[in-house]
């Protein structure tokens, strides 16, 4: 092996630990410094050619009629790219309005559990509660039909150093800062990689030139001393002031010292903002103005309200070979719709139950997507006292405690009255927080949240509503988790006879709009590629 050849596999290895043991930021990071970082590049969406009218006039073959069962974003989608083209599509909805599990709650609105709870939401004008998805990446081809549907968007904070980190059973007294925590953690990082560094303990991995651009650039990246000091940390104003710089020579007053090293590590704080390295939420995100609701309801417009049957649970699927009829129950009644095909958007899990003559193989393959439970509760208060008292424009606090998250609002700053989502948790906090009448959700997560932000959390508050998503009729959980590559996986990517599935969960962007989008794309166009090949 040449000495270049070994030294490009010693820089290797060590790239690969300082990925292990820093996260894909800190290496990327690292092979700056080393002049080694990838040049940028843009990544394209899925490819998709909407079907057209033209498709039909050019060949002379009529449109096809298409029932598709399920009104959230992957069955809108579908009766919205086939509509282009000239087909007859029909939606049946179970719920009595469409998104699916895109909901945005406002004052007045009502919502019946399956434990026959009801809640009307009290929430005050220009207060809404995006119950479902929050948050839009930039690279998502949600932010295509955005624009295509003219749904204006603003920026979504999904980051905010001035955030706070909250981790009690680490023994953590009060909340800390993102800015606080990055600092200690990254600055504690830097000198333990800098000390082995200038000790020789890399010397096989990296050659003197790497060395050298390696402890310059952890003296920026940690704020740490130099050589003659041993790299060491202590500080500085990137965690933060007690009081903030004035005029004059008022230079503020810094935060301190920060903890010993073993204290920063204990309180295990890294982990929660290490999420930011996640493709999926790293900023710039968005969402739409004025709730994320806008986005089926412009794509019901677009689709046609005529073409949409509200409070139409389906009761079965039948393929009678050259067409396929759909039975649904509405108001009581029993009614039937044939159309060519079908597109089947419900959740598996659903789909699953449906009396249908598909196949056992199928049924077994739609159950096969374990389901998980979501919840999340709006609190609207008369003031925003995190603006005005705790300086929390936007963004999102991290704990350990059973809230999870708990989101700032990224609109209407400055405003007279705002709404914080109060704990947005998943799996075992989540069915905890369920199987609690709305009443008792709310007591739990204010008493939980006075620990973070004091008694304003409790004072403060003018309403609420929880939605638990594990206890929604016609949707019975958040996500689910594929089981990519199994045979009953590959089973539903292609049609049951003439039924076609579709959905975020035959994506590998589930629990996104986007994989609602971009399955319901491959089910239009594997269904249109058969119709004109006749």
Not at 109 to 127: I, N, P
Not at 146 to 173: H, K
Not at 335 to 355: E, F, I, N
Request: net charge positive.
């Amino acid at each position: 092996m040449s000495d270049q050849t070994q030294s490009m596999v010693s820089r290797r290895g060590f790239l690969r630990t300082v990925g292990i043991s820093g996260g894909a930021g800190a290496m990327l990071a690292t092979m700056g410094a080393m002049g080694l970082a990838p040049s940028a590049a843009a990544a394209v969406t899925p490819a998709f050619r909407p079907p057209e009218r033209s498709d039909f006039t050019l060949t002379g073959r009529p449109g096809a009629s298409v029932v598709v069962l399920g009104g959230g974003i992957a069955g809108l989608t579908a009766a919205y790219e086939l509509g282009k083209a000239g087909y007859h599509c029909t939606i049946l909805e179970a719920r009595h309005r469409v998104g699916g599990r895109n909901l945005t709650i406002r004052g007045g609105d009502v919502e019946t559990d399956l434990d026959g709870r009801t809640q009307r939401a009290g929430f005050s004008d220009g207060v809404y509660f995006n119950a479902g998805p929050g948050r839009i990446a930039q690279w998502m081809v949600t932010m295509d039909y955005c624009r295509e549907l003219g749904v204006p968007i603003e920026v979504f904070t999904n980051q905010n150093a001035d955030a706070l980190i909250y981790n009690e059973s680490a023994g953590m007294t009060g909340p800390v800062r993102y800015r606080t925590a990055k600092a200690d953690v990254y600055g504690y990082v830097s000198e333990l990689l800098a000390k082995a560094t200038d000790q020789g303990a890399l010397d096989a991995r990296l050659t003197t030139e790497d060395r050298d651009r390696l402890l310059s650039f952890l003296q920026s990246f940690g704020a740490i001393g130099g050589r003659t000091s041993d790299w060491a940390y202590t500080g500085t104003n990137r965690r933060g002031y007690s009081a903030y710089p004035g005029a004059g020579n008022d230079v503020g007053s810094l935060l301190g010292a920060p903890p010993a090293l073993s204290d920063v590590f204990a309180s295990n704080v890294g982990r929660y903002f290490s999420f930011e390295f996640g493709y999926d939420q790293a900023m710039l995100m968005f969402q739409p103005v004025g709730g994320m609701d806008q986005i089926p309801r412009a794509l019901a417009r677009a689709v046609g309200p005529h073409r949409i049957r509200l409070n139409a649970e389906v009761t079965g699927v039948t393929d009678r070979g050259s067409r396929v009829e759909v039975t649904y129950r509405q108001g009581g009644r029993q009614s039937q719709v044939t159309a060519d095909y079908c597109v089947a958007a419900l959740p598996p899990h659903l789909m699953a139950r449906v009396p249908h003559n598909l196949g056992t193989p199928v049924t077994a393959a739609l159950a096969d997507f374990p389901v998980t439970a979501s919840g999340k509760i709006g609190l609207e208060y008369r003031s925003r006292w995190w603006e005005t008292d705790q300086r929390i424009y936007g963004g999102i606090t991290e704990t350990d405690l059973d809230l999870s998250h708990i989101w700032y609002p990224s609109y209407g700053f400055h405003g007279k009255r705002g709404l914080v989502v109060g704990y947005y948790n998943t799996g075992a906090n989540a069915r905890a927080y369920s199987g609690l009448t709305p009443e008792q959700r709310s007591e739990r997560a204010i008493s939980q949240g006075v620990k973070i932000h004091g008694e304003k959390y409790r004072s403060e508050l003018v309403t609420s509503y929880s939605h638990a998503w594990d206890r929604t009729r016609y949707v019975e959980g958040a996500w689910t988790s594929p089981r990519y590559g199994t045979a009953g996986y590959n089973l539903l990517l292609q049609p049951a006879g003439r039924v076609y599935f579709a959905g975020d969960w035959l994506s590998h962007e589930v629990a996104w709009q986007h994989g609602a989008f971009v399955a319901a794309r491959s089910a239009v166009s594997a269904l249109h590629q058969r119709v004109m090949a006749g």
